[in-house]
């Protein structure tokens, strides 16, 4: 959907056929549907890797399509210090 491509992997792309507001709260849907079962597990260090691993997967989408690393992603980063 970022990169406005009307195919993923061959097959019409979701938000082609469902538009893109449906899309996006679909993937939102799915994100906090993990979210749920990684707490499930009940481990202390479970939540916090997934959310690194989430936060990882948005900058690495960031960074793919400006080519740059965004002021929140900067901002993200200063406070992880």
Request: some cysteine.
């Amino acid at each position: 959907m970022q990169d406005n491509s009307f195919l993923r992997r061959g097959i019409p792309a979701a938000h082609t056929i469902y538009g893109v507001p449906s899309t996006i709260n679909a993937m939102n849907f799915v994100h906090f549907l993990g979210l749920n079962k990684v707490e499930s597990v009940n481990h202390p260090k479970a939540m916090a890797l997934c959310t690194e691993h989430l936060l990882e997967l948005y900058h690495g989408q960031g960074k793919k399509f400006t080519g740059k690393i965004t002021t929140c992603v900067r901002l993200w980063k200063i406070t992880r210090r």
